[in-house]
């Protein structure tokens, strides 16, 4: 049974905003051949920016965007971006160790990322980071340290920096809790039964065949076969369930506490 026929008919199309890393391939399994689907892929810092616009009816987007109180946004399917401790691609390099950290050159390509190392070294090491945007071409002496996120870590030459944080490791270390990175949002008012469905199915059809994409998407991506499927089969997880709510609540309320969220906003899980 192919993935259109298990899925109803839509009454509508739908435009997802969707990274195009390989940590994302398996949420969007079959999506390229449902007519009922177009995908516009991005960096995860400009899929809410798709959103905001109006360009996409739904997007994958970082956990920190979705919880901005200027968006009324909802959480569709229970389709997610997450770990439960190592992630290998969201990982802070550093020359000097980590309590001794003040200034982090950040990945411009991820906003929740970002945050979340603000709130590991605050909560941690009781450091106040120094954010800076980093442009890949600063040399190591301007760097103490440099957060990475996505496949880029697999084949980064960062070979000067001695020590690696895995986020992931550091956020299960500060919590005991598993990470979401991101979700799929859309305006509250749409409705989004349909769509919700059709993600969610599409999730479990790409963690089933999480193997086969590995070897499909990896090589492309410059993963080496074996470690890519390592990644998505024993590192992430695709599905938003209690615990995965309970760490994302938690990371929203750590982020509120640190000013990284103006206020209190609540989301909804379609």
């Known amino acids: 049974m192919t993935m259109m026929t298990q899925t109803k008919k839509a009454d509508r199309s739908w435009r997802l905003g969707v990274v195009s890393f390989l940590n994302a391939k398996p949420l969007i399994a079959g ?3 449902d007519g009922a689907v177009e995908l516009i892929h991005d960096v995860p810092s400009r899929l809410a920016g798709l959103l905001d616009a109006g360009r996409v009816d739904a997007a994958l987007v970082p956990v920190i965007d979705l919880a901005q109180p200027h968006r009324d946004w909802q959480v569709v399917s229970d389709a997610c971006i997450g770990c439960d401790g190592e992630t290998l691609t969201v990982r802070v390099f550093s020359r000097v160790a980590p309590e001794v950290v003040r200034r982090l050159h950040v990945d411009g390509d991820s906003h929740t990322s970002a945050a979340l190392a603000t709130i590991i070294w605050r909560e941690l090491h009781g450091r ?3 954010l800076i945007p980093f442009t890949g071409y600063e040399t190591v002496e301007e760097c103490e340290a440099v957060l990475l996120i996505g496949d880029k870590v697999v084949n980064n030459t960062l070979i000067e920096y001695d020590i690696e944080t895995d986020l992931g490791s550091a956020w299960k270390s500060l919590t005991s809790l598993p990470f979401v990175f991101a979700v799929w949002a859309a305006p509250r008012q749409l409705d989004v039964e349909d769509l919700a469905l059709r993600l969610s199915r599409a999730r479990d059809a790409g963690v089933e065949s999480a193997e086969l994409i590995a ?20 590192r992430l997880k695709f599905i938003l369930g209690a615990r995965q709510r309970k760490g ?4 929203l309320e750590l982020a509120r506490l640190h000013g990284l969220i103006a206020a209190q906003k609540d ?3 379609a």
Not at 248 to 251: E, I, L, Q
């Open 128 to 130: 106040r980071l120094e």
């Open 267 to 269: 989301t909804i899980v």
């Open 215 to 234: 070897a499909d998407f990896g090589p492309g991506l410059n993963w080496p076969v074996a470690l890519a499927k390592r990644y998505l089969t024993k």
């Open 31 to 33: 999506l390229d051949a």
């Open 248 to 251: 994302m609540d938690r990371f």
